[in-house]
Nanobody, 122 residues
Framework: QVQLAESGGGLVQPGGSLRLSCAASGLALGYYTIGWFRQAPGKEREGVSCISKSGVPSYAGSLKGRFTISRDNAKNTVYLQMNSLKPEDTATYYC????????????????WGQGTQVTVSS
């Protein structure tokens, strides 16, 4: 069964950091571009970052410098390091996989995880 599982979310104070993980089962992530997306209550899903099969990253412009995406194909896992978190980063974060697209547009992706909640609050 093909599955992506996010983990690492939680409650953090403004200015804090979290590292999200996206672990795959039933597929080898090394063959996929992996994206991170987020959706806050009442808002549309937005692209956060993606990383190509060869490890080239891309970020939403507003997040570049605070978020870092990386992959460890040996562990079949992709990570999203989030620093200097702000209350507006509060959302459910999803990872997704595609073999046919590149970028942080959700329609490129056809395998999705269930999401992990990130709450930034004092």
């Amino acid at each position: 069964q093909v599955q992506l599982a996010e983990s690492g979310g939680g409650l953090v104070q403004p200015g804090g950091s979290l590292r999200l993980s996206c672990a795959a089962s039933g597929l080898a992530l090394g063959y996929y571009t992996i994206g991170w997306f987020r959706q806050a209550p009442g808002k549309e899903r937005e692209g956060v970052s993606c990383i190509s099969k060869s490890g080239v990253p891309s970020y939403a412009g507003s997040l570049k410098g605070r978020f870092t995406i990386s992959r460890d194909n040996a562990k079949n896992t992709v990570y999203l390091q989030m620093n200097s978190l702000k209350p507006e980063d509060t959302a459910t974060y999803y990872c997704a996989a595609t073999t046919t697209g590149w970028g942080i547009m959700a329609h490129y992706y056809d395998i999705w995880g269930q999401g992990t909640q990130v709450t930034v609050s004092s």
